[in-house]
């Protein structure tokens, strides 16, 4: 990865702070390939779940993280579809469930080791962004451009809540703002990879900023050659 000239643009922050949307509409924009590293964690989650794995099992869960098959198949819609091991789990994966397994998971070291060349490998020509907690700071340290996007706690599980009533999804607002309160002191306290913006981490607060304000700044902030 040191070597690699592949520019790489890192959008990282807590959970719901919007840095799906952004950095997938901001891939579009540049027509660069897109990593969603949370997906990987939670894809993990689901595949260690099938096969009876426990989140207090390191080692199996690790092992698991390695031999896991993931794969993003892009279709019309803004979404991807995700498959596990040939299974597609995208529904699963977007669940809340889901995002709370892959949060304990993630706090192991092992697993974190075991998703690091998967990751790296996502860098490819022209350029990729990288959507996570620790794009910026342990996966891709050198990316030239690097941001992070976070939003207030009731701001977020409001818009958590809007995207799954969208869904047909019926969850309270309280529970909700729980979840991702809980989520966030367990992803910002854990030893390994904590979530924390990059020394040189272009902060970007979208409480009261609408998504196509916030890919606007960020636009604004790339060279206009990569657009071309
Ligand atoms: O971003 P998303 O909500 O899909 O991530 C799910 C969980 O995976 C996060 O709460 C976090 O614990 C973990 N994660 C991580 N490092 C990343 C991406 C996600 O630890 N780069």
């Known amino acids: 990865m040191m070597n690699n000239p592949v520019p790489v643009i890192t ?3 807590p959970a719901g702070a ?21 997906a990987l964690y939670r ?21 698991c993280a390695s031999r896991t098959n993931i794969k993003f198949i892009t279709q ?28 304990a998971l993630a706090a192991q070291p092992a697993v974190r080791t075991a998703l690091i ?12 962004v990288a959507d996570g907690r620790d794009m910026g ?11 992070y996007l976070t939003a207030s706690p009731m701001e977020r599980a409001q818009r958590r809540h809007k995207q799954l009533m969208e869904k047909g ?19 910002a306290n854990r030893a390994v990879a904590p979530l924390r913006p990059a020394d040189d981490a272009h902060i ?5 900023l609408p998504i196509d304000s916030v890919i606007e700044r960020i636009l604004s902030v790339l060279p206009s050659h990569y657009r071309t």
């Open 11 to 13: 959008i990282d922050g």
């Open 18 to 38: 919007g840095k799906g949307t952004v950095s997938r509409r901001l891939a579009q924009v540049l027509n660069w390939a897109y990593l969603d590293s949370g």
């Open 43 to 63: 894809a993990v989650g689901i595949a260690a779940a099938w096969e009876g794995i426990g989140l207090d099992e390191p080692r199996q869960l690790a092992e």
């Open 76 to 103: 019309d819609t803004d979404e991807p579809k995700i498959y596990v091991n040939d299974k597609e789990a995208t529904a699963e994966i977007r669940s809340e469930l889901a995002g709370s397994m892959a949060s």
């Open 117 to 128: 060349a998967l990751q790296r490998s996502f860098q490819q020509a022209p350029g990729l």
């Open 137 to 147: 700071t342990v996966i891709f340290p050198e990316a030239p451009y690097k941001f």
């Open 169 to 187: 999804v019926s969850v309270k607002l309280d529970s909700l703002l729980h979840e991702i309160v809980t989520r966030d002191e367990r992803d």
């Open 204 to 208: 970007i607060d979208s409480t009261s």
